[in-house]
T-cell receptor, first 114, second 114 residues
Framework: ETAVFQTPNYHVTQVGNEVSFNCKQT?????MYWYKQDSKKLLKIMFS???????VNETVPRRFSPQSSDKAHLNLRIKSVEPEDSAVYLC?????????????FGKGTRLTVV | AQKVTQTQTSISVVEKTTVTMDCVYE???????LFWYKQTASGEIVFLIR??????ENATVGHYSLNFQKPKSSIGLIITATQIEDSAVYFC???????????FGDGTQLVVKP
C-alpha cells in the first residue's frame, strides 16, 4: 500500500524550463528525502530534510532545491533543467535519526528533458 | 567514498534454486542498520528485510534471509526457492544511527529463468 505519493508520474520539458515535483507522505514520518535514479539504476541521494535540518548532497547542482510546507510534504524544484537532469526522481520518508525503520519510497517521477 | 558496495552487477539463476547477493559496507558508527530493497520492473522500490548491527542472529522473512558477517562488514541476501517474480533489481542499504542519511549500493539485477 502506497503511503508516499508523488506527482506527476511523468514530465517532459525543454531545456531551460523550471519544473516542480510534489511529494506527500501519510506515515507521520519526520524525515523526507529526494533521490535521483539514473538510467543505470544508480540511486543517489540529493536531499534529506526534517524540521530541524536540511542536508544537501554536495554534488547536487544549485538549480535543484527542496521546498517544504510541513513535515508531510517535500517538493523538488529544478530552476532551469539541463539534459542530464533526465532521470527518475524518487521521494522517500522515514522516522527520525537513530531509528531502525526502513525508508518508504514513492513510485517516482520520470523527467525527460528534450 | 562508496559506503555500500554491491559487486555483482547481474545474476541469472534457474527458478527454485537458491541465490546469494553480496553487499559490503563501510561505517565508523558502532550502531547501524542494514536493509535490502527490491525494485520491480514497474519501478516501485519495496523494503524486504532488515538487520540491526547489534543483533547476532541473522534476520529471516519468508524466503529471504540474511548472512550477516559483522567482522567482514558484510550483509548478504539469500533468496531460497527463487520464483520468476523474484526477477528485479536488489539494493543493499545502510543507515547509521548517528545521522539521517541512508546509503544505497549500486544494485544487483537478478534474473530468474524457468
Amino acid at each position: 500500500e502506497t503511503a508516499v505519493f508523488q506527482t506527476p508520474n511523468y514530465h517532459v520539458t525543454q531545456v531551460g524550463n523550471e519544473v516542480s515535483f510534489n511529494c506527500k507522505q501519510t506515515l507521520g514520518h519526520d524525515t523526507m528525502y529526494w533521490y535521483k535514479q539514473d538510467s543505470k539504476k544508480l540511486l543517489k541521494i540529493m536531499f534529506s530534510y526534517n524540521n530541524k535540518q536540511l542536508i544537501v548532497n554536495e554534488t547536487v547542482p544549485r538549480r535543484f532545491s527542496p521546498q517544504s510546507s510541513d513535515k508531510a510534504h517535500l517538493n523538488l524544484r529544478i530552476k532551469s533543467v539541463e539534459p542530464e537532469d533526465s532521470a527518475v526522481y524518487l521521494c522517500a520518508s522515514s522516522t527520525p535519526e537513530g531509528a531502525n525503520t526502513e525508508v518508504f519510497f514513492g513510485k517516482g517521477t520520470r523527467l525527460t528533458v528534450v | 567514498a562508496q559506503k555500500v558496495t554491491q559487486t555483482q552487477t547481474s545474476i541469472s539463476v534457474v527458478e527454485k534454486t537458491t541465490v546469494t547477493m553480496d553487499c559490503v559496507y563501510e561505517t565508523r558508527d558502532s550502531s547501524y542498520f542494514l536493509f535490502w530493497y527490491k525494485q520491480t520492473a514497474s519501478g516501485e522500490i519495496v523494503f524486504l528485510i532488515r538487520q540491526d548491527s547489534y543483533k547476532k542472529e541473522n534476520a529471516t522473512v519468508g524466503h529471504y534471509s540474511l548472512n550477516f558477517q559483522k567482522p567482514k562488514s558484510s550483509i548478504g541476501l539469500i533468496i531460497t526457492a527463487t520464483q520468476i517474480e523474484d526477477s528485479a533489481v536488489y539494493f543493499c542499504a545502510m543507515r547509521e544511527r548517528s545521522n539521517n542519511r541512508i546509503f544505497f549500493g549500486d544494485g544487483t539485477q537478478l534474473v530468474v529463468k524457468p
